[in-house]
């Protein structure tokens, strides 16, 4: 092992890999051979969900995939991830599911980079799971206004629907709309608790009302490396779900938590923190996955 230069020191080190994640090589990362509608669901708070989502999608766009995050949840947390106006009155998914308004016209740009696109979420989407109730298609509402006319007119590879932490119209819409679930699961004790309320939920969705949507990826989250339970957990869930878990687990890390009160994703606020580099590590995992090529391509 080459010892390290004498003007090497920890921040250096942090600069180098800033600069990878801010700087990437051209064509770094495939397209997708076909676009990906990806639903970020698990009905558990706190497992890292919307951080996964807003992070993931950021890491996409900075190398070079347009990327589409619809905030489904009525907190508004990946609105306010991605810096994205979200205040009442604000086009937002609320007036998309009421048909009001189309997704174009919803859709905001992140100041963090050209290919980040965000439909928010405002208050108004509180009530908004008591007026689909009488809807006519309720639970379809959210898949009429992602066409593949209406996306095209957007024109991106990637769109990822932030769901909130429940099974209820908002989450059902998520996955009527999309054809693959991502699920966040956290490295701690209560992991796998309500996970098969989730699944079992998601089959009732391929049976009845979205029969080519799959669970094509699990993402382990809030990974402690101190802690023998972190590596229990783990070893447990890719016992059971195998292939589908991708190979790069997310670390607890203090960056990813500060990063949304200052509206930035982690890769914005510390590109050279290993949070960041883990979502960049698990998006050109999720890039690769979905290209026939991506195996041939170049890694980070």
Known sequence: MTPPSSDWTPIAEEAVRAARVLHPEPNLLPKPDHRRVMTVANQKGGVGKTTSAVNLAAALAVHGLKTLVIDLDPQGNASTALNVDHRSGTPSVYEVLLGEVSV??????????????????????????????????????????????????????????????SLGLLTLNAMVAAREVLIPIQCEYYALEGLGQLLSNIDLVQKHLNPGLTVSTILLTMYD????????????????????????????????????????????????????????????????????????????
């Open 104 to 165: 174009a016209d919803a859709t905001a740009v992140s100041e963090q980079s050209p290919n980040l696109l965000c439909v928010p979420a405002t208050i108004d989407l509180a009530g908004a799971e008591i007026e689909l109730v009488e809807m006519t298609n309720r639970e379809s509402r959210l898949k009429e206004a992602l066409s593949a006319e209406a996306i095209d007119q957007i024109g991106v590879d990637y769109v990822f629907i932030d769901c909130p932490p």
């Open 225 to 300: 490396g101190r802690t023998k339970l972190a590596d229990q957990v783990t070893a447990e869930v890719r016992g059971h779900f195998g292939d589908v878990v991708l190979r790069t687990v997310i670390p607890r890390n203090v960056k990813v938590s500060e990063a949304p009160s200052y509206g930035q994703t982690v890769l914005a606020y510390d590109p050279g923190s290993r949070g960041a580099m883990s979502y960049v590590d698990a998006a050109r995992e999720l890039a690769e996955r979905g290209s026939t090529n991506g195996s041939r391509r170049g890694t980070l």
